[in-house]
């Protein structure tokens, strides 16, 4: 479990903080969206998180270890993949024998398997690879780390449209059972069917915090005509009609979870969180 509890954090020589007295948990084995407008701090929790920046007051306790101790027994557990990286020029298997030993848990096999689903070579030379191809690479070696605990931050970002669905099947097929994945994102149709949590972050604070099965038990997702408007939460045009949510009615099957409509009525108020 990932304890955050009544952190604040601000940059040095910012008058602004980033946080101030958040407080949440994250539990174990579920793939986590960690959503919000931009300068909301995703980012910058995840840093927390991993323990590359300190909070001014408050802690985190990863598996009841302060994050910020950078612990050995807890930094073989985490991975982080930043958006933005550079990789050295060598080999693969160069990069391997770098990196291996400090991740007890690392399994070749299923870096093979994320480089077969990437579509990429097994022996590839980093520095004749492009940005993108790059990104696949570093994200295939973190799934193979074998960490509890997978910190990814706009994952999707530079990837084009064929590769973004790639991403989903490669961490559906090789996440482990006992991971948690948390990803920082914006770009939500990249990965709805993939998250099993929401969290939203809004002005530094916790917006929601919840599972889909609870929003979709909760809400309906549908699309209406302008005559049938009735007892809708919210709206938004589209080419298929209006995109709404309503609160669901104990006799309506589910609907599938449309994340971007529900991000949109939640940062504007429009649903009871």
């Known amino acids: 479990m990932i304890e955050i509890n009544h952190i604040s954090f601000k940059y040095p020589g910012s008058k602004h903080p980033v946080f101030e007295d958040l407080s949440f948990s994250l539990e174990s084995n579920h793939i986590y ?59 693969l298997r160069e990069f391997i024998e770098m990196n291996e030993s400090f991740y007890p848990h690392f399994n070749i096999d299923v870096l093979r398997n994320c480089l077969r689903d990437f579509e990429l070579p097994e022996e590839p030379s980093l520095k004749e690879l492009s940005m993108g191809q790059k990104k696949k690479i570093y994200m295939s070696f973190a799934l193979a780390s074998g960490t509890r605990y997978l910190l990814m931050d706009e994952p999707t970002n530079g990837l084009d449209i064929p590769s973004k669905s790639l991403f989903r099947k490669v961490v559906t097929r090789n996440l482990t059972e006992d991971s948690t994945l948390i990803i920082s994102t914006h770009q939500v149709h990249d990965l709805e069917s993939l998250l099993d949590h929401i969290i939203i972050l809004d002005n530094s604070q916790i917006l929601v915090n919840s599972s889909v099965a609870d929003i979709t038990s909760k809400y309906t997702f549908t699309f209406r005509g302008a005559q049938e408007m009735d007892n809708v939460l919210y709206a938004e045009p589209s080419f298929q009609g209006n995109a709404t949510i309503s609160l669901r009615k104990p006799e309506e099957e589910e609907t599938t979870l449309n994340l971007e409509l529900f991000f949109n009525a939640a940062t504007k108020g429009k649903l009871d969180y």
Not at 46 to 51: A, D, E, P
Not at 53 to 63: A, C, Q, T, V, Y
């Open 33 to 91: 969206g960690l959503l919000g407008k931009n300068g909301m701090g995703k980012s910058t929790l995840l840093y927390l998180i991993s323990g590359l920046l300190r909070p001014e007051s408050g802690e985190i306790l990863i598996d009841g270890i302060p994050s910020k101790d950078r612990q050995p027994v807890t930094l073989r557990d985490i991975f982080i993949v930043p958006e933005e990286y550079d990789m050295p020029p060598v080999t």
